[in-house]
């Protein structure tokens, strides 16, 4: 059972590239959501769904997308990194809204 | 807008303390308060509180939620080094299916 699994760990981009952070689980939750996290900033929602085919953007979306057309997958797409976008990336899930959510082991970004 | 405040920011003790955490919030339409502990990656959960359900305890842990000061305490007691950790505080409204978290209390346990 390995939960909620994101692909890469780490990474170091140059400013103006792009990539595709992964999250994938395997415990067919319905909600799934993407935060960053900086230090001393907590954790900031960026994008969320409830389900395939259903996003919505969270307080810090400006400068990513998302999709999600399986219940399993939900990438998260930096199109043009800035160095603020620096940060540890967490994906979370749940199956409904009465219940926690339970997060990746994260990505750290690092945009030079 | 919507707020999380946890306090204090930062929190040293000696292992055998009893540690006091504290989260406020400023949220329309309360729905459910969660409580996580996050080491060096993911976090991972401890408590949810709810209307129906303001106070848990598991070991030495226990977590109290007062809807009327729009607020909740984690206690840990007999405090051990593994304890050491980030404590975040989440709280859900009923509507928007999101979560706002304080930035975290940082907790040092030494022996």
């Known amino acids: 059972n390995a939960g909620v699994t994101q692909t890469p760990k780490f990474r170091i981009l140059k400013i103006g590239q792009s990539m595709t952070l992964q999250c994938a689980q395997d415990m067919n939750h319905n909600y799934m959501y993407w935060y960053r996290q900086d230090p001393g900033m907590g954790l900031k929602l960026i994008y969320y769904s409830v389900g395939a085919g259903i996003t919505d953007k969270g307080e810090v979306p400006n400068g990513y997308n998302v999709s999600r057309s399986t219940t399993e997958d939900f990438p998260l797409r930096l199109e043009l990194a800035a160095p603020s976008q620096t940060s540890v990336y967490f994906c979370?899930?749940?199956?409904?809204?009465?219940?926690?959510?339970?997060f990746g082991d994260g990505t750290r970004l690092s945009i030079l | 807008e919507d707020k999380v405040v946890q306090s204090p920011l930062s929190l040293v003790v000696h292992e055998g303390d009893t540690v006091t955490l504290n989260c406020s919030y400023e949220v329309t339409n309360f729905r459910s308060l969660l409580w996580y502990k996050q080491e060096k990656k993911a976090p991972t959960f401890l408590f949810m509180l709810?209307?129906?359900?303001i106070e848990k305890k598991s070991g030495r842990l226990s977590s109290i939620l007062d809807k009327k000061e729009l607020s909740s305490i984690l206690n840990i007691t007999a405090t051990q080094t593994g304890d050491s950790a980030i404590y975040l505080c989440?709280?859900?409204?009923?509507?928007?299916?999101?979560?706002?978290f304080g930035t975290g209390t940082s907790l040092t346990v030494i022996p």
């Open positions: 989440a709280v859900e409204p009923h509507t928007g299916n999101q979560f706002y």
């Open positions: 709810t209307s129906s359900g």
């Open positions: 979370a899930s749940r199956r409904d809204g009465n219940q926690p959510q339970h």
